[in-house]
């Protein structure tokens, strides 16, 4: 069975963390290193694309310095050949704006952050009902 | 010796003719303030008898005495008489008024205005603001022109109000209109920096309270066998009262919402509402075993997500405020009434409503009626029941902004009823 590779795009450290700490248990994914801002996104999906490793699915983190969620989402759907790789959005605070905006910009979804592993799976098997 | 002679005679001709002069204003004096009420004048031909009726004479003092200013011109626009208020209002002797031409009286600037009424008045009564030209300053006037027939002659008649004080209040109202608009600007930048402000206090305060939930939480399950019996207790509480905290921040955000007024009016059916609360609520419903009926439920003009809020927060506190081991038991009803009162009777045809929300919980002691609505008010601890004490508070400033009214009533442990009273078509957006 295929692994489902997934790329975390974060700037918090501890939330890197947790995301590793919560999902490493499950068996049936595979996580990709993540990046620690959204600046250098298409040069790491190229490199994915290289060693025939695209994720199956990207997490953005909307606060971000330098490059938002927001723009990093609109940086990989602008790029044809990376267009198609569903992208899911969360943030501590989802407002009504983000998710408007989001889902505009092509997002799977827009979640708040989880609290707990229970919440980590949960956002997981969301995608996963989608896309399946 | 000749020119000192010459001298003499004109200084005693200058005498005669001020003798007279004073003779003469004497007259005039007596006439314009009505002690004379007949004048014999002597002519080539004899003596000729002049003599003023009653009513004339009373319209002559009330004239001279208005507060107005009255002026008489002749075809070629030159005064052939004014009153006294005139003469103060130009602030000169009326010696040097009388055989002047009107325009002489007026500044530059206006002087074609008037030109051009003269033009007109003569075929109807007309009114323009001009301004006259006084020693110290313009005075901007009212000029109200009407021309008289009599015995044919024609004059024409001018009552000019002082416009100055009007003026002087209109400017005065055009600057503080100006400091008021000023004002507003300020409050709504300050408005606005609370919004950001808000926005951003909760959501930043946000990020650490998930944290300190979240390692807390790490803790007590994954160090079970590390911690002692104690730290676990303090952990929950920390866990607790992080999740108060968010609680407190997002309804916190909610309230602040609120003010920035952006909620679209529209149709809502308010079953459409209650079946969208129940089903968010639909996991307390489940674990309190809770029966929520309704009964018909009228269409109204509202904001949608705001009423959902309403419904959302009362039926809510319905919920939690339950007394132990008795499910809770919700009943919605509605009547349409013909006035914005409380005891208004009932009227199919009303434009308002009564919405009533009564559950058989703990309810609370009737004298906190009033209470319950405050920001941050509670009535039970929190440790028996969560929340940041905001949900009603919202509910009410929902409610007032759509215009209604909303109280409660209740006796302790005889469950709370709480009352909307709203109108049905209130069409300005919120």
């Given at each position: 069975m295929h692994k489902l590779r997934i790329l975390l795009v974060e700037d918090d450290a501890d939330d890197r963390n947790f995301f590793s700490f919560f999902l490493k248990d499950r068996e049936d994914l595979s996580l990709l290193?993540?990046?620690?801002?959204?600046?250098g996104i298409i040069e790491a999906l190229e490199k994915f694309k290289h060693s025939n490793n695209l994720p199956h699915l990207i997490i953005l983190d909307q606060n971000m310095p330098v490059r938002t969620g927001l723009q990093t989402l609109q940086t990989i759907k602008e790029k044809a050949c990376f267009a198609e790789i569903p992208v899911m959005m969360y943030s501590t605070y989802v407002t009504a704006e983000l998710k408007k905006n989001s889902l505009r910009y092509g997002a799977l979804h827009v979640i708040q952050k989880p609290c707990d592993k229970q919440g980590y799976y949960k956002m997981i098997d969301s995608f996963l009902e989608a896309v399946l | 010796m000749k020119e000192g002679n010459n001298i003499i005679k004109y200084k005693e001709k200058i005498e005669q003719l001020t003798l007279q002069l004073n003779e003469a204003q004497e007259t005039l004096d007596a006439i314009r303030t009505g002690q004379v009420d007949a004048l014999v004048v002597q002519h080539n031909d004899g003596l000729k008898l002049y003599t003023l009726q009653t009513a004339d004479h009373a319209y002559r003092v009330f004239i001279e005495s208005m507060n107005e200013g009255a002026v008489s011109v002749n075809r070629d626009g030159i005064i052939v008489y004014c009153n006294a208020t005139f003469a103060a209002m130009v602030h000169k002797p009326l010696s040097r008024i009388m055989g002047k031409p009107f325009i002489a009286f007026l500044t530059e600037k206006t002087i074609p205005i008037v030109e051009n009424l003269f033009i007109k008045c003569w075929s109807r009564n007309c009114k323009a603001e001009a301004c006259l030209l006084n020693k110290k300053e313009e005075i901007p006037v009212l000029l109200s022109l009407k021309t008289l027939k009599i015995e044919e002659h024609i004059t024409l008649s001018i009552i000019v109000t002082n416009l100055s004080d009007l003026k002087k209040s209109q400017e005065l109202l055009e600057s503080k209109n100006c400091d008021l608009e000023e004002s507003n600007k300020a409050l709504e930048i300050s408005n606005h920096d609370l919004q950001q402000f808000a926005s951003v206090a909760s959501h930043d305060l946000q990020e650490p309270l998930r944290k300190i939930y979240m390692f807390s939480d790490l803790l007590i399950n994954n160090e079970m066998k590390s911690i002692s019996p104690e730290s676990k207790l303090y952990l929950e509480k920390i866990i607790s009262s992080a999740s108060r905290m968010k609680t407190l921040v997002v309804d916190m955000l909610n309230y602040s919402k609120l003010?920035?007024?952006?909620g679209v009016v529209t149709k809502v059916n308010l079953a459409h509402v209650i079946k969208e609360v129940k089903e968010d609520l639909e996991l307390v419903i489940g674990e309190k075993k809770a029966v929520i009926n309704s009964k018909k439920l009228p269409v109204i003009m509202c904001n949608k997500g705001q009423m959902r809020q309403v419904f959302q927060n009362i039926i809510y506190n319905a919920l939690k405020f339950s007394r132990p081991n008795i499910p809770p038991e919700i009943t919605i009803s509605a009547k349409i009434i013909a006035s914005n009162s409380w005891d208004s009777e009932e009227d199919k045809n009303g434009s308002y409503c009564i919405i009533s929300i009564e559950d058989n919980g703990i309810g609370f002691d009737e004298k906190y009626a009033g209470n319950i609505f405050n920001l941050f008010e509670r009535l039970n601890s929190k440790d028996a029941y969560e929340g940041a004490g905001i949900g009603l508070s919202i509910t009410k400033k929902i409610i007032e902004k759509h215009c209604g009214k909303i109280n409660a009533e209740s006796q302790k442990d005889k469950g709370a009823k709480f009352n909307l009273l709203l109108p049905i078509l209130n069409n300005k957006n919120i």
């Open positions: 290193a993540p990046l620690e801002n959204g600046v | 003010s920035s007024g952006n």
